[in-house]
């Protein structure tokens, strides 16, 4: 991470499109604290975070039950071990310091997704809120990052700023911060910062209580609260167009654009989107990817309305009420799951929320929105309702070797499959099963591997028990399950972000063997275990099954379907076939599979102010493809390489090697 701080931190002018200058220069007029003013932290213990947001609050005249929900809503009270959100938010006030390290293109395509920045947006201080706190209080900004009572410190000093500025005092009831917690969404459209503040008090409202990760209790009270709202009127927010929204009518659903704007001269500097017009051209949509924010609800649509963050989604969805803002027409093709590929035939749905937290934000409201629209999205666009079509980010492929491993894991192994998918389908279709496919199943709420998270490279930490998705995969059956005696099927085995060792609720796999109380499957090119008595943590599957055709010994897998070179047209250079060595599928083994399906690469390489009048095609080839279940992930294997396996009657479930 870049660390130096001194010319983003020292020339901090609020340009949130250019129009929050003063706010700025009300900060920095203010007098900034010594560091021999800097407060101790609390001492050690359960109730040490709680004390705190109270000190703090003493501190800086912040009413404790604004600090306490301003910080529940933008981090859950969690430090994080002083590691950053995908947003750049530090701690459990989510100060930002965002540089170009924190950036990521999720476009997917084979161009370097760091050679198209330009210069970092060091004039936004929404970006900066970590800097800013520090100068006021006096202290380097690591201290804000490492130490979480310095960080609620440092939203306090920021709130009590926010409400000089909108009031020129501070305010004499809790009713009168509502413009200071406006501010503090960063957000400079109406409704993303309105929203913000209305959930902020929300939460104060209906109170809130959880222990964190690091075994902080912490409660916020419940009181009657009402907002006075006449104390954001002042301030400078943008009211975007009315759009017309894509969503079901029993979702509460809004229209938020992404960013769709050019950063630079060139025109292959741009953000957030590419413009289409699905489905027509062949640019069919079969996916919709699950996601998680890995931040709040407020700071991911601020970022999606940064064409510099390179990144978005059509659609996000709120934790505490299930509401929805749609972001970008599903015509179009967002930046979300880091394959264009994938990108071109998906629509994204991004969950507030943080994978390792879980239940924390995958709230009831939240499940049951997006199961509706879902649903909604799928009936349109006749996307199957099964996990080989609404998958999670985690199960999407990487577009080259180089990036397979580096792919997302959300929404991680706390997101309830089973449950999400009967709310999409209703009651389950009845379906022809073939006996020698089974569907991973395990029971939710039973469920609770032991597993170990790394917020950095040198602290890594038992995670808290809690409701799992998936079964951990052995190279070989042992005793039982409580006396495990062969190794997990990778390294590093237990980390919850791991997904190369885990097979997860709904996806479907071959049997490949069966011993005991143990059933293997193939599993990425190998036999891979799992414990299984009674047949408790799987379903029959359905489905087809494909084998390495006869005489090959092995055959490729890719992470995108594009057609033959031959398709492409004049002008138009034909994208590489890259395979995800070193992955294979070995002669004997068979995989799930659907399909046929045609090739194609969606071009796109360039911002243009329309659709119309621009270069923008889909490329239809030849060359017929079959998705396979090959591990966590989907590949996509050529159908010349292929044989189908005929369903066996009765089925053996144990292929002839």
């Not at 020129?168 to 503040?197: I, N």
């Not at 009674?534 to 006869?550: C, D, E, I």
């Amino acid at each position: 991470m870049n660390t130096n701080r001194a010319e983003s931190g020292g020339a901090l002018r609020w340009s949130l499109a250019g129009a929050w200058t003063g706010v700025a220069l009300a900060l920095l007029s203010l007098p900034a604290l010594g560091a021999e003013d800097v407060a101790p932290a609390p001492a050690g213990g359960p109730t040490s975070l709680q004390s705190a947001f109270a000190a703090a609050a003493r501190e800086f005249g912040v009413p404790e039950s604004l600090l306490l929900s301003v910080s529940y809503n933008v981090s859950r009270w969690e430090h994080h071990s002083g590691a950053p959100s995908t947003s750049g938010g530090y701690g459990p006030m989510h100060l930002t310091h965002v540089d170009d390290a924190q950036r990521i293109s999720l476009k997917g395509d084979d161009a370097d997704p760091y050679s198209q920045y330009g210069t970092p947006e060091e004039d936004d201080p929404s970006l900066h809120t970590l800097d800013t706190a520090a100068r006021l209080l006096g202290v380097e900004p690591e201290v804000l990052e490492r130490d979480p009572a310095q960080n609620i410190r440092g939203g306090a000093v920021l709130l009590a700023q926010y409400a000089r500025y909108t009031l020129g005092r501070m305010p004499g009831s809790v009713a009168d911060w509502y413009g200071a917690v406006v501010l503090f969404s960063g957000s400079s459209e109406k409704s993303t910062a309105l929203d913000f503040a209305d959930t902020v008090y929300a939460t104060v409202r209906e109170g809130a209580s959880r222990t964190t990760s690091d075994g902080q209790a912490v409660t916020l009270r419940p009181s009657s609260i009402t907002p006075n709202p006449l104390t954001a009127a002042p301030l400078p927010l943008r009211i975007t167009a009315n759009t017309s929204t894509e969503c079901p009518s029993w979702v509460s659903c809004e229209f938020i654009p992404a960013a769709y704007a050019q950063n630079s001269a060139s025109a292959s500097d741009y953000g957030n989107y590419d413009l289409a017009q699905r489905p027509a051209g062949g640019v069919d949509v079969r996916y919709i990817v699950i996601h998680d924010t890995e931040g709040s609800y407020a700071s991911t649509l601020t970022v999606f309305q940064r064409p510099t963050y390179k990144a978005s989604a059509h659609y996000v969805v709120r934790s505490s009420d299930g509401h929805v803002a749609q972001m970008i027409s599903t015509e179009h093709v967002s930046w979300h799951a880091g394959n264009w590929y994938v990108n071109a035939h998906s629509v994204g749905i991004e969950h507030e929320g943080v994978a390792i937290e879980g239940a924390a934000w995958y709230s009831e409201n939240l499940y049951r929105a997006s199961a509706r629209l879902t649903r909604y999205l799928a009936l349109r666009f006749n996307v199957p309702l099964d996990r080989e079509h609404i998958i999670g980010h985690d199960n999407v492929p990487g577009t080259s070797t180089t990036n397979q491993a580096t792919m997302h894991w959300d929404p991680g192994p706390f997101w309830d499959w089973n449950h999400y998918m009967e709310l999409v389908r209703g009651v389950d279709p009845v379906e022809p099963t073939n006996p020698d496919i089974v569907k991973i199943s395990p029971d939710f709420q039973t469920n609770m591997p032991a597993m170990t998270y790394c917020y950095a490279a040198n602290d890594c930490r038992a995670v808290s028990a809690q409701a799992s998705n998936f079964l951990y995969l052995y190279t070989a059956p042992s005793l039982s399950a409580s006396l495990i005696t062969n190794p997990f099927i990778t390294d590093t085995p237990s980390r919850a972000s791991n997904w190369a060792n885990k097979a997860s609720t709904g996806q479907q796999y071959a049997l490949a063997d069966h011993q005991g109380d143990w059933d293997a499957i193939w599993f990425s090119g190998q036999k891979a275990w799992f414990y299984n008595p009674g047949q408790v943590n799987t379903r029959p599957g359905s489905g087809v099954l494909v084998t390495p055709k006869a005489g090959k010994t092995s055959i490729p897998l890719y992470g995108r379907a594009y057609p033959e070179a031959a398709a492409y047209p004049v002008g138009i250079t034909p994208q590489s076939f890259i395979p995800l060595t070193p992955y294979s599928i070995p002669a004997g083994q068979r995989y799930v599979a659907s399909g046929p399906l045609a090739g194609d690469y969606y071009y796109s390489p360039t911002y243009t102010p329309t659709f119309e009048g621009s270069n923008k095609r889909d490329v239809a080839g030849q060359l017929l493809y079959y998705q396979v279940n090959f591990n966590h992930r989907i590949a996509y294997v050529l159908a010349s390489d292929v044989d189908l396996v005929p369903v066996a009657v009765g089925g053996s479930g144990f292929p002839l090697e």
